[in-house]
């Protein structure tokens, strides 16, 4: 604006000394026609002005409501809980009842007390879980069931004793406390991940593990986890994409709809770089990826005292 303001004065004034000069047959010539000029430049850039400071008060405001708003959501919304899994929308005249039968047929080894695989038990609620995954597609369901099936017996048993030594690292564990959803909370510490410090296989192990461990603390009324990444002392030897894109695997295919949020923590600007290769591997799933500070992640906790020490 104020470029422009300056080129268009200068032009009025160099056309104004030229007319007053030089002469004109009309008489609102010369610095007449300047001072017209000048005087509705100056008002028409105020309403200018005053319309972008309008607008800017109004988007602050706006901002800032959203944000007021999206704390009393916290504790008072009446929107389905993000203890509960998201799952698609289902046709009404889809046989569901039929669905289950098929599925539970093509799966015959998975009785009333469900069946072994790689130290834990695929059960009858599971095929019910990746049926409403899968909108109750029984080809699609026993697709990633098989998929499900052949990870775990790729992994083999999960015994403390072969993920031991990653535990102690601290570079993840599942909190003692449930969050104020009452939701189980898988708590990654980035920067005591080393890249190549532990073999490919125990970190892929330890991740099944402890997911495992989230699903055994499950509330009966809740179905997901809360995730909560500190990023805080970030550093390239931490920026490991392969795992990341483990990780995604996991989450969304082997353990569909588990996630109902997940916390960025302190993301400094070295991790914008990482992030930008990830977030096209979420897909629709990026939305449940939220950037936090540490300040933030006690609101997630009630009471305050149980959120997990390093964010107090």
């Keep these: 604006f104020l470029f422009g303001f300056c080129f268009w004065l200068l032009v009025v004034v160099c056309f104004s000394l030229v007319i007053e000069f030089w002469g004109c047959p009309f008489r609102w010539c010369g610095f007449r026609f300047f001072i017209f000029v000048f005087v509705f430049e100056i008002v028409m850039i105020g309403f200018v002005n005053?319309?972008?400071?309008?607008?800017?008060?109004?988007?602050?405001?706006?901002?800032?409501?959203?944000?007021?708003?999206?704390?009393?959501?916290?504790?008072?919304?009446?929107?389905?809980?993000?203890?509960?899994?998201?799952?698609p929308m289902v046709a009404e005249d889809v046989d569901r009842e039929g669905a289950r039968r098929e599925l539970r047929g093509r799966f015959p080894e998975v009785g009333e007390g469900g069946m072994e695989v790689g130290g834990?038990?695929?059960?009858?609620?599971?095929?019910?879980?990746?049926?409403?995954?899968?909108?109750?597609?029984?080809?699609?369901?026993?697709?990633?069931?098989r998929k499900w099936l052949d990870w775990r017996r790729t992994l083999g048993p999960l015994r403390l004793e072969d993920v031991e030594d990653e535990i102690r690292s601290g570079k993840s564990e599942v909190h003692e406390k449930l969050d104020r959803h009452r939701r189980p909370?898988?708590?990654?510490?980035?920067?005591?991940?080393?890249?190549?410090?532990?073999?490919?296989?125990?970190?892929?192990?330890?991740?099944?593990?402890?997911?495992?461990?989230?699903?055994?603390?499950?509330?009966?009324?809740?179905?997901t986890v809360l995730a909560l990444i500190d990023l805080r002392g970030f550093s390239l030897s931490n920026a490991d994409l392969t795992f990341a894109k483990y990780l995604v695997d996991v989450?969304?295919?082997?353990?569909?709809?588990?996630?109902?949020?997940?916390?960025?923590?302190?993301?400094?600007?070295?991790?914008?770089?990482?992030?930008?290769?990830?977030?096209?591997l979420l897909g629709k799933y990026a939305k449940l990826v939220r950037f936090s500070s540490s300040t933030e992640v006690p609101e997630y906790f009630d009471p305050v005292s149980d959120t997990p020490k390093q964010f107090l």
């Design 50 to 87: 005053v319309a972008f400071g309008v607008g800017r008060v109004v988007g602050v405001c706006g901002s800032q409501c959203g944000r007021f708003a999206g704390r009393i959501r916290m504790g008072m919304s009446t929107a389905p809980s993000p203890a509960r899994a998201e799952f």
């Design 120 to 145: 834990t038990v695929l059960t009858v609620e599971d095929l019910e879980w990746f049926l409403r995954d899968r909108r109750y597609n029984v080809a699609d369901a026993e697709k990633k069931l």
């Design 185 to 223: 909370v898988l708590v990654v510490t980035v920067r005591k991940h080393k890249i190549g410090e532990f073999p490919v296989e125990s970190s892929h192990k330890l991740v099944a593990y402890q997911l495992d461990e989230c699903l055994r603390r499950l509330p009966s009324e809740t179905e």
């Design 251 to 280: 989450f969304f295919v082997y353990y569909p709809r588990r996630l109902s949020e997940l916390l960025l923590v302190d993301a400094p600007p070295l991790f914008r770089p990482t992030w930008l290769v990830i977030k096209p």
